[in-house]
């Protein structure tokens, strides 16, 4: 290899696709090691790419540390893990991503850790669900599918003052909209696989907070092995370029867009954070910076049949139970990620059959709009 001899280098980082590093002695390895020299060892521990996703991400959350893992569940396990011992007791929102309903409700009653549900929009609701054994607050700033905006500063408030920790799923908002850690947060989670990424084409997580935290839970992910690979990272880097424009034209379309379902007939209700009728309004106004989000949700008269023959008249918009690629999205909560939930439970959270929610991508907004009106009945 010349490469040292160059007097050019690469405008972008080379993806460093080694598993392990070589070193020409004993002494450079403990440097390594000690960190008193910089310098890679495993590519499970850390390597360039990682560590350049980290980077950025510290930046864009205002962090003191982050961690880049293979997925945003890996990111949330790591987090919940390296903060929570057995005995101990967590109060989470009701509405939250159902990997991590999932891991609340069937993984970590295994090691005696327990958890209350109560809305998060409400930091009184959060109050009355602490008990003495409380160590964990979990919460999203926007909740799915009905776009609810968590009380971020005031749970972040309440957190700081019982000295809780307070992680917070920011994937549906992104840093653009709100930096949680700045609102009182200990640890902001996000599945970098949506928004951050941007492409649907790589899985990544991160977690960012306190550098105690973050390196509590780098100690876990190491011994766990759910490292983030050097290529998803690479690849989510160069998503991240991207990011601010991507999303500050998603949201604009989704201003427009939800303007357009709320004054379509065959709507029978729209919720978005940008809209007066939206009962987080006031507080995404407060948070967002005037922004309503990404994301659009809305309720199509005609129950499942009538949502599953608009599904299929949509030429531009793809049905893909995800979120966060630069086109534009939908997804059926009920068949999909609220799917194990009873009857009952859904019509209570008011996730009907004919619910659909739309992640805006970056066409134009006209484009989008075509395509809804095409394949909405008349
Ligand atoms: C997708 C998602 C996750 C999980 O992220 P993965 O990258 O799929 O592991 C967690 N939280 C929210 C809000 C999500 O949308």
């Not at 000295?163 to 599945?191: K, W, Y």
């Not at 790589?202 to 490292?227: C, D, F, K």
């Not at 630069?326 to 609220?338: G, K, N, R, V």
Request: with cysteine.
């Amino acid at each position: 290899m010349t490469e040292e001899r160059w007097v050019s280098r690469p405008k972008v980082s080379p993806i460093y696709q080694s598993a392990a590093y070589a070193f020409a002695g004993l002494d450079e390895v403990e440097a390594v090691q000690d960190h008193t020299a910089p310098g890679y060892i495993y590519a499970r521990y850390s390597n360039p790419n990682t560590a350049e996703i980290e980077a950025e991400m510290m930046t864009l959350e205002r962090a003191p540390a982050a961690l880049a893992v293979a997925s945003g569940m890996a990111a949330m396990y790591c987090s919940l893990l390296s903060i929570l011992r057995p005995g101990d007791h967590i109060v989470a929102g009701d509405t939250l991503y159902g990997g991590t309903m999932s891991l609340l409700t069937n993984v970590l009653p295994r090691w005696n850790v327990t958890t209350t549900f109560c809305d998060t929009s409400s930091a009184a609701a959060v109050r009355a669900a602490i008990c003495p054994a409380t160590k964990a607050i979990v919460a999203e700033t926007i909740s799915n599918p009905l776009l609810d905006v968590a009380d971020v500063d005031g749970i972040g408030e309440l957190a700081k003052k019982c000295q809780i920790a307070f992680v917070v799923d920011n994937t549906f908002a992104t840093p653009l909209l709100c930096r949680p850690l700045e609102l009182g947060a200990s640890i902001v989670v996000h599945s970098v696989t949506k928004f951050l990424a941007g492409h649907s084409d790589v899985m990544l997580g991160i977690a960012a907070g306190s550098a105690q935290l973050v390196e509590s839970a780098r100690s876990l992910a190491i011994t766990a092995g759910t490292n983030a690979d050097p290529f998803a990272a690479w690849l989510a880097s160069r998503g991240l370029r991207t990011l601010d424009l991507r999303v500050e034209r998603q949201c604009g379309n989704a201003a427009r867009v939800a303007r357009y379902l709320n004054s379509h007939p065959g709507i029978a209700r729209t919720y978005y954070p940008g809209l007066r009728s939206h009962r987080g309004h006031g507080r995404a106004l407060r948070l967002f910076g005037g922004s309503g989000g990404p994301m659009v949700t809305a309720e199509l008269d005609g129950g499942r049949d009538a949502c599953d023959r608009f599904i299929r008249a949509l030429r531009l918009i793809r049905f893909v139970p995800s979120l966060g690629d630069i086109a534009t999205t939908l997804s059926h909560p009920a068949t999909t990620s609220h799917r194990n939930l009873s009857e009952d439970e859904r019509q209570r959270r008011g996730i009907s059959d004919g619910l659909f929610r739309l992640s805006i991508g970056c066409e134009t907004p006209d484009e989008i709009i075509a395509d809804l009106d095409q394949a909405l009945p008349r």
